[in-house]
């Protein structure tokens, strides 16, 4: 990142020697991310973050659909971004039939037969489905899901940011999200993915930012720290995964041998690198912090609610147990090369953690 700032600070405007240089680098960068996520480079747009490429990539669907209708149609367990924007168009139109949350199962997946019914509802012009949850790591059936919405011609908004980098990159979409803290990369870079095939139009006037798709101009440094970061863990990608996947089955295994414990999402079909936890008679802010005397740092509340400390949304739409929770992401081990005896930390500690906060409680 330090040499990024070096190389990448002019305006990839101007014809200068460094301005030509700037744009380079940020067409390199592009074209190293766009390559391994199967796309050209035209289709890859740059934004300040994950939760703005979702906002950014909703509205455009939503605004090239008016014509057909007004209605969105996401899971019961998708980002924040997601859900706030369907609410308040649903509430500003005073029209709560403008938004539909389709319900999930106890894994966290999404009701194939309840998306269907609701995509048929009058109106549907755009549907969002995350490709898996950040939370509890439930992979979502994506390839159904996407026929679904094709037999009607409603476009489909994919939101990857749990897994990008992580896990396979999805194909069945119309919109692709991403966040390149997934694999790595630095904060502040969101991946807008929009296919010559899709219909996507900005509301508001055209800008000549990022293909017309944004009006802020991406920090070259940061998009070159992202394409690095993605490079450099690409190669190792498929073991790290497996050997992240044994982490996390060595958590939920610890964690379900404690009485009164429930190991929240799909055991298999899931992401490798996530895990939460909801511990009865525990509350998760305090889990956090006795954790955190330990020298361990783990969080709890909804991953998708810019790690609050509210009660999952996630976790209440699954029906679990929604305090008491601790997530866990175990990190890629190019950043973390102590992973696996940090695991082995926390998996000594939680037990005496859990029973001291349940202590707490009981004293209350």
């Known amino acids: 990142m330090a040499a990024a700032w070096e190389a990448g600070w002019a305006d990839p405007r101007r014809l200068h020697a460094e301005g030509r240089r700037a744009r380079r680098l940020l067409d390199e960068a592009r074209a190293v991310l766009a390559d391994g996520l199967g796309v050209g480079p035209e289709s890859l747009s740059f934004t300040p973050g994950g939760p703005s490429a979702l906002r950014t990539g909703l509205e455009g669907l939503v605004y090239a659909a008016r014509r057909t209708g007004s209605r969105l149609v996401a899971s019961a367990v998708e980002h924040s971004a997601i859900l706030l924007l369907g609410r308040h168009a649903a509430s500003v139109a005073d029209d709560p039939d403008r938004f539909e949350e389709v319900p999930v199962d106890g894994v966290g997946r999404v009701d194939l037969a309840a998306w269907a019914q609701a995509l048929g509802a009058p109106g549907t012009a755009v549907a969002a489905l995350q490709s898996a949850n950040g939370e509890v790591g439930t992979r979502q059936p994506l390839a159904e899901a996407y026929e679904r919405c094709r037999e009607r011609g409603i476009p489909l908004l994919v ?40 219909r996507w139009r900005r509301p508001g006037p055209h800008t000549e930012v990022e293909g017309g798709r944004m009006d802020i101009e991406p920090l070259i440094p940061l998009a070159l720290g992202a394409a690095e970061a993605w490079a450099r863990t690409a190669a190792a990608r498929a073991e790290d995964a497996r050997a992240a996947r044994a982490l996390v089955e060595t958590i939920r295994v610890a964690a379900a041998a404690i009485p009164d414990t429930e190991v929240v999402g799909d055991p298999v079909d899931r992401l490798p690198h996530v895990v ?11 889990l956090v912090t006795e954790l955190d005397r330990r020298g361990i740092a783990v969080a709890s509340g909804s991953a998708c609610t810019s790690s609050t400390l509210e009660p999952s949304h996630v976790l209440a739409a699954m029906g679990a147990l929604t305090h008491g929770n601790i997530r866990v992401t175990v990190p890629m081990e190019s950043v973390c090369p102590s992973r696996t005896e940090d695991v082995a930390a926390l998996v000594a500690a939680l037990p005496g953690a859990v029973a001291a906060v349940r202590a707490q409680v009981a004293s209350r």
């Open 159 to 198: 939101d990857a940011s749990a897994g990008l980098g992580r896990d396979d990159t999805p194909e069945a979409y119309d919109v692709l999200v991403g966040d390149a803290r997934s694999f790595t990369g630095p904060a502040g870079v969101g991946l807008l993915v929009v296919p010559p095939r899709t």
């Open 276 to 286: 939460t936890c909801s511990f009865l008679l525990a509350d998760g802010e305090a």
